[in-house]
Structure formats: structure tokens, C-alpha cells
């Protein structure tokens, strides 16, 4: 059966687009060389990246954002989770919010500690998620300003 | 056996509704354990299944309904597994549906587990300070829980004593088990700890009404 398509207003896939920019800001990759200096069998390279407490805050000012603009709304009395903010505005059968839900156990912390490979997986999804909906917003453009 | 006979009525319904392969699972897994509140019977409505399995390969999948997080064999006999938080809960509270607890005596709180401790909360800290003007008011309400609970494990560990699942964490702050002053102090933090302090202790005075309308807290939001 074909995915019922929702109409969205412009102004609310901006304001997700928006948001989920300044959450792929967030995230950084700095290579730099490590080791005893004089011997160079002890040089490696060594990744500082981006720690998930600034993912955490990043999605819950993301959320906030959309919250105070009334284009999602509280889960009863708790905070909306990622996926949530997706399943609100998409639909619970909607593509981007299978990746938010992918996304969330990707940057989900065990011992305080996310993985290089899983914070960069994290990246490209929220960056493929922009791609998706950027490319909606052009298309839409020349339409009636409604998406989806 | 009430309790072992729920978790594993719950494993299985979590490996249908996850469409997890049963058989390719229980074949590279020596051992399988549900950890967290549905093994210690202090579960909500809307808890998840916390799995840890040990076997072949590293992975986790995270959904709303299942935590899974898998191992390979070698690393249970790490000091740095066996020393660290999530090694030491499982080994207290853990409920094993294949293979036999061999490691869970050898569990300790680590150093290292304690300084992991530290660093989330004064990282999280500085985070939650600097963006406390943009966020809602849920999500206030829920940073400041976050960060007493994070202070009520920390304290755990610095006993030396595995950190009990989320709602006996909860019930035991509710009866006034745990010192706030205290809790802060232990975190040792080197910066923000004076708006730690009055984070927490607002989340202290207010449970469990809403810590984000408290008027004393407005400072965060200048």
C-alpha cells in the first residue's frame, strides 16, 4: 500500500531543516598526532570528536525550538524524544523518522561513551536527513508553499 | 522465578517485534542477560528491555521497547569491563537466560568508572548551563533529573556498590535517602558547580512538582 503523503506547511520543514543544521554543527572530527617524541614507532594518530552531551543538548534545543513555535507538542507531560519531533510532524511510517530512531541509538551513550564509528554514522544521517528535506523544500518551491 | 518466568515472556515478544533471527542470535551468543528495571521487577508501563549478550560480536540497537547491547566473550574478562558501571549492574541485577554468571563475582566500581562518572556530569553540566535559556521547560525539568540521577550513580560507585536501576534510584531520592549537598560535593567539579548545586537542590526541594517553573532557577534563563 502507497505512504499516505502529508501536506506540511513550508515554514515548519525550514524550521526542521534549521534545526537540524545546528545539530550537524555540533559535531567535530579533529585528527591529531600523538606519542613519545624521538621515537617514531611510538607515533599514532588519535581522533578527539564530538563528546554525546553536546548531541544531547543540541536535540533537546532542536525540540525546544519547535515546541515553542507550536509545531509539535509535549508527550503527555515529558519531553519529546527525536524520533517523536519526526513521528509528530512525518508520521510514525515516514522514512526520516526511521532515521531518527537510528540516530538516537547511534549517539545513545553506554559509560559515558560513544564510539568514533557511531558518531560519525550519526552525522551522515542527520546530514542525509537535511539533504532530504532541502531538496523537498526546492521542489515545493515552485508549488503552492505546502510539503510532503 | 515469577520474575525470570516475565523477562523471558518479554525477550521473546521483543525478538518478534524487533524481527530479531532467534536461532542466529542464541548461536553466536554464550550468554544472554536482562539487566535494568525488568530484571529487578520495579518496571513501568513504559520501561524498556534492557539485553546484554555476550558472544562473537560488538553491536547495539536501541529502539523504544529494547536496549540491546552485545559483547564479545574476551571482554567479559577485561578489568575494564568487570570494572566498569554497566558490568557492575549487570553482575548484581542481571538475570541470565542462557549461559552461567562466571564473571559477575569479579565486578567492581573502577576508578576509571568513576572518572567516565565525573566527566558526563561536569560535561553535561556546562551544556545544560550555557543552553538553559533555549530550552523548554520539559526539557529543563528533564536535565535536572538526568543530572540528580547521574549524581545518585556516581555516589554508588564511589561505595563501591553497583548502581540499582532507574526507579529505585527515583523512589529512594523521593524518600529523602540521598544528601543533595552531599551528592554535589562528591561530583568534585571544577567549574559550575555553584549552579549544579542550585539545580539539583531545586530539583530536590520541588519533586515532584515542576522544577522548571521554579523562580529560582529564572537565573538560567537570563
Not at chain 1, 548531541?55 to 525546544?64: C, P, Y
Not at chain 1, 517523536?84 to 559515558?112: C, M, P, R
Not at chain 2, 540528580?148 to 529523602?176: C, H, M, S, Y
Amino acid at each position: 500500500m502507497a505512504k499516505r503523503k502529508r501536506k506540511l506547511p513550508k515554514e515548519t520543514i525550514e524550521a526542521v531543516v534549521d534545526g537540524l543544521r545546528e545539530i550537524s554543527d555540533v559535531f567535530y572530527f579533529h585528527e591529531h598526532e600523538s606519542g613519545t617524541e624521538g621515537d617514531s614507532d611510538d607515533y599514532f594518530y588519535e581522533v578527539s570528536y564530538t563528546e554525546p552531551e553536546d548531541v544531547e543538548v543540541a536535540v533537546a534545543e532542536f525540540a525546544s525550538e519547535l515546541l515553542n513555535k507550536k509545531m509539535i507538542t509535549k508527550k503527555g507531560s515529558k519531553a519529546p524524544s527525536f524520533s517523536d519531533v519526526f513521528e509528530q510532524i512525518f508520521g510514525s511510517d515516514h522514512d526520516l523518522t526511521a532515521k531518527a530512531q537510528y540516530f538516537e541509538g547511534l549517539v545513545s551513550e553506554y559509560e559515558g561513551y560513544v564510539s568514533l564509528e557511531d558518531m560519525r554514522a550519526a552525522k551522515q544521517v542527520i546530514d542525509s536527513m537535511i539533504s532530504t528535506l532541502s531538496a523537498e523544500v526546492k521542489r515545493g518551491e515552485d508549488q503552492s508553499g505546502k510539503l510532503f | 522465578v515469577e520474575n525470570y518466568s516475565k523477562v523471558v515472556a518479554l525477550w521473546e515478544r521483543s525478538l518478534i517485534e524487533e524481527q530479531l533471527d532467534r536461532y542466529s542470535l542464541e548461536q553466536s551468543m554464550t550468554e544472554i542477560i536482562v539487566f535494568g528495571s525488568r530484571s529487578a521487577g520495579v518496571s513501568g508501563v513504559h520501561s524498556d528491555l534492557d539485553v546484554l549478550c555476550v558472544g562473537r560480536t560488538r553491536a547495539k540497537r536501541k529502539t523504544p521497547k529494547l536496549d540491546l547491547i552485545c559483547i564479545r566473550s574476551e571482554e567479559c574478562l577485561s578489568p575494564e569491563w568487570l570494572g566498569s558501571e554497566l558490568g557492575f549492574h549487570v553482575a548484581q541485577y542481571g538475570i541470565w537466560l542462557k549461559g552461567e554468571p562466571w564473571w559477575a563475582k569479579s565486578a567492581f566500581a573502577a576508578p576509571e568508572a568513576v572518572r567516565r562518572k565525573r566527566r558526563r556530569i561536569a560535561k553535561l553540566t556546562e551544556n545544560v548551563v550555557s543552553s538553559w535559556a533555549k530550552l523548554h521547560p520539559v526539557f529543563r525539568q528533564r536535565f535536572s533529573t538526568t543530572l540528580r540521577r547521574e549524581l545518585q550513580r556516581l555516589d554508588f560507585l564511589l561505595k563501591n556498590v553497583a548502581v540499582p536501576p532507574t526507579p529505585i534510584l527515583d523512589r529512594d531520592w523521593t524518600a529523602g535517602v540521598f544528601n543533595c549537598d552531599m551528592l554535589v560535593e562528591s561530583a568534585q567539579l571544577r567549574s559550575g558547580a555553584h549552579k549544579l548545586v542550585r539545580l539539583v537542590a531545586m530539583a530536590h526541594s520541588t519533586l515532584p512538582s515542576n522544577v522548571a517553573q521554579n523562580p529560582a532557577l529564572q537565573e538560567f534563563a537570563e
